[in-house]
T-cell receptor, first 115, second 115 residues
């Protein structure tokens, strides 16, 4: 299984809502990533988990809260978001973090709209 | 500074004609290089990667890229474009960073294919 799955595909939320994005992989990868992608831009790294521990937080606002319950799952908890947070959120995984030949496998993304 | 530059933001070709998407990198060390494709509202899919085994790398869907160290380039080519190739293409470089390697995305090149 070489697939990264993400749910939901689409999410519309108000600025006072709390919601979560979910990502799953069963490739035995020990590094998992959250990216944010705005239209016509490359993905921007938000968080990296390595062996279920938060390794990198790219100065992301606290209204985004990642969680890695086990080696296959990655969540992104959302609270009090702003309209400018509307974007495509991509999850990715790789065998390990920080390796030279690090190929990342991407999920299809969650299209988030904040009203 | 280590970086990756995609020289064209947009490329337009006719179906059946060759495709050339240009990428230059800047790295103090021998880098690893990747090309990813992203269709609208989809995740990124790896097309090919350079891992120093061979300078001409063949990928999926008839794409290939040639690593030219003297020109610090890793251009993506395909002999004959198909309508389904219309997408966004990202050149990605893995560069040495504190404690490991860091992934840097190019800005992307949008490929249009005319019938």
């Amino acid at each position: 299984d070489t697939e990264v799955t993400q749910t939901p595909k689409h999410l519309v939320m108000g600025m006072t809502n709390k919601k979560s994005l979910k990502c799953e992989q069963h490739m035995g990868h020990r590094a998992m990533y959250w990216y944010k992608q705005k239209a016509k831009k490359p993905p921007e790294l938000m968080f990296v988990y390595s062996y279920e521990k938060l390794s990198i937080n790219e100065s992301v606002p606290s209204r985004f809260s990642p969680e890695c319950p086990n080696s296959s799952l990655l969540n992104l908890h959302l609270h009090a978001l702003q309209p400018e947070d509307s974007a495509l959120y991509l999850c990715a995984s790789s065998q390990v973090e920080g390796a030279r030949w690090n190929e990342q496998f991407f999920g299809p993304g969650t299209r988030l709209t904040v009203l | 500074a280590q970086s990756v530059t995609q020289l064209d933001s947009h490329v337009s070709v006719s179906e059946g004609t060759p495709v050339l998407l240009r990428c230059n990198y800047s790295s103090s060390y021998s880098p690893s290089l990747f090309w990813y494709v992203q269709h609208p509202n989809k995740g990124l899919q790896l097309l090919l990667k350079y891992t120093s085994a061979a300078t001409l790398v063949k990928g999926i869907n008839g794409f290939e890229a040639e690593f030219k160290k003297s020109e610090t380039s890793f251009h993506l080519t395909k002999p004959s474009a198909h309508m389904s190739d219309a997408a966004e293409y990202f050149c990605v470089v893995s560069v040495e960073n504190t404690g490991g390697f860091k992934t840097i995305f190019g800005a992307g090149t949008r490929l249009f294919v005319k019938a």
